[in-house]
């Protein structure tokens, strides 16, 4: 299937722990994201990677480090977890010049 | 920065009615606007999008008009139909060879059978 999977889907936690979470597409997208939607369904940016290279850095924590081993992976590592941090995180990608950006599935993130 | 209103927060209509979702955005140099819908635990998917340099899109019950003076984008589905209830998104951003994506708050529309 060509798609764009995050792993896990679900992931619950204690406060304080640190956790990952995976993105791969093989679409042979260039540029992939990471958003974020609360509980409320706001649905917000977060990073973008292009080739690997940050584009985009929104105001987040720096508890929150995205890694992009290559083109087709985008991480995203949470340290010292927050209760504000449960969300669904999801994942994206589109291609260099195109309008569409393709979801992932979505990790939902329980911080107890 | 960008900033994206979107109205109403919930809308419910009768089967075969239409629906209307609006948008406003504030950045006039946006110039890419889609529309995603998101089912009940499931990802945001594109249904249909506009670039500035076109007043009006339609694709099959749905379709979408830009108003740039205004500054504002609505989303019309006509003939709704149950698997129509969803939540929906506008955003607004400008494509220099990457997005950055703002979307509005959200619209839960519903449509009974």
């Known amino acids: 299937d060509t798609a764009v999977s995050q792993t896990p889907k679900y992931l619950v936690t204690q406060m304080g722990n640190d956790k990952s979470i995976k993105c791969e597409q093989n679409?042979?997208?260039?540029?992939m994201y990471w958003y974020k939607q609360d509980s409320k369904k706001f649905l917000k940016i977060m990073f973008s990677?292009?080739?690997?290279?940050?584009?985009i850095n929104e105001t987040v924590p720096n508890r929150f480090s995205p890694k992009s081993p290559d083109k087709a992976h985008l991480n995203l590592h949470i340290n010292s977890l927050e209760l504000g941090d449960s969300a669904v995180y999801f994942c994206?990608?589109?291609?260099?010049?195109?309008?569409?950006?393709?979801f992932g599935p979505g990790t939902r993130l329980t911080v107890l | 920065g960008e900033n994206v209103e979107q109205h109403p927060s919930t809308l419910s209509v009768q089967e075969g009615d239409s629906a209307v979702i609006k948008c406003t955005y504030s950045?006039?140099?946006?110039?890419?606007f889609p529309w995603y819908k998101q089912e009940l635990g499931k990802r945001p998917q594109l249904i249909i999008d506009i670039r500035s340099n076109v007043g009006e899109k339609k694709d099959q019950r749905i379709a979408v008009t830009l108003n740039k003076t205004a500054k504002h984008f609505s989303l019309h589905i006509t003939e709704t139909q149950p698997e129509d209830s969803a939540v929906y998104f506008c955003a607004a951003s400008w494509n220099t060879g990457f997005q950055k994506l703002v979307f509005g708050t959200g619209t839960r529309l519903l449509v009974s059978p």
């Open positions: 994206a990608s589109s291609q260099a010049n195109k309008d569409e950006q393709f």
């Open positions: 990677y292009n080739n690997k290279e940050l584009i």
């Open positions: 950045d006039s140099a946006s110039n890419y």
């Open positions: 679409l042979g997208h260039d540029t």
